[in-house]
């Protein structure tokens, strides 16, 4: 056992379910949390957004389409970002259907997903922040909550992620994370002593100075990213390297051969058969 940044992994490698475990269950629900619990992963990874009320929600697009039936439910409604709907509406929504539909990642097809998965994934409602992280406190377990931009509000979402970090005494199982700078410093100044982990999707040569300059404690690049040269740069500075989004078992070994610290994956079942 390892510790890595406060947060434990067995063999010192994090299995990080993304959003959940994606493919396997609708992502970014409790279901996909469970399923990726059970599959082994030492935390999950979630999207976090903020509805019209003000009501933090887990969501990764800007908008309902891809994930939800919003279209058929409020067909009327020009706009279909959450930012424009109360928890109340988004409640009347249906984030399993889309899953069966769309089978993202074959699973159901290949027979991985049973029929009474299915059955329970059916009428799945979106879940808050706070359910999320009461799932997580409950089974003692770790959470990545990748903060996204949500326009329009008067209030920082940032502000209200960390809030409610605090008010549930969690401090030491979650990991912020966002491509959004600024949010990443807020969250440093209002608490440091959570760790945070910038993301990053575009080759970078000053790696260091990006990591110094928000003092975070993960670098989280794309996988095609991510070098020798980087790992050891990154390792002397003894920042931690968590790679996304990998789900072939080789190219699992291959990042874990390296010494990155995390592996974020739709598929924490297949990461979770590797050994270093």
């Not at 299995?15 to 396997?24: E, F, M, P, T, W």
């Not at 199982?173 to 959004?180: A, D, E, R, W």
């Not at 095609?224 to 190219?251: D, H, I």
Request: charge should be negative.
């Amino acid at each position: 056992m390892k510790n890595i940044s406060g947060f434990s992994a067995q063999g010192g490698l994090l299995n990080i379910g993304h959003r959940g475990a994606a493919s396997i269950a609708p992502e970014n629900t409790l279901w996909a949390a469970q399923k990726a619990l059970e599959a082994g992963a030492d935390m999950w990874e979630l999207d976090v957004r903020m509805a019209a009320d003000g009501e933090l929600v887990l969501l990764h697009d800007p908008t309902l389409n891809r994930t939800s039936n919003a279209q058929q439910v409020f067909s009327h409604r020009r706009s279909q970002q959450v930012t424009s709907f109360t928890l109340a509406e988004l409640h009347q929504l249906d984030f399993g259907l889309k899953y069966q539909q769309k089978d993202p990642f074959g699973q159901i097809a290949a027979g991985v997903v049973s029929a009474d998965d299915l059955l329970c994934y059916a009428d799945t409602r979106i879940p808050t922040l706070q359910e999320a992280l009461a799932f997580t406190r409950d089974h003692n377990w770790q959470v990545n909550i990748e903060i996204e931009h949500s326009p329009g509000h008067t209030v920082s979402i940032v502000a209200e992620v960390m809030a409610l970090i605090e008010k549930m005494g969690m401090n030491d199982q979650v990991l912020i994370t966002s491509f959004h700078h600024r949010h990443l410093l807020e969250a440093r100044a209002i608490n440091p002593r959570i760790a945070t982990g910038v993301l990053d999707l575009r080759p970078r040569r000053q790696i260091m100075q990006l990591v110094n300059k928000l003092q975070v404690q993960f670098y989280l690049p794309r996988a095609s990213l991510v070098t020798a040269k980087m790992m050891t740069t990154l390792q002397a500075q003894g920042v931690e390297v968590a790679v996304w989004t990998v789900n072939e078992p080789a190219e699992m070994q291959k990042f874990m051969n390296m010494g990155v610290s995390g592996i974020i994956t739709d598929f924490p079942q297949r990461l979770s058969g590797l050994t270093l």
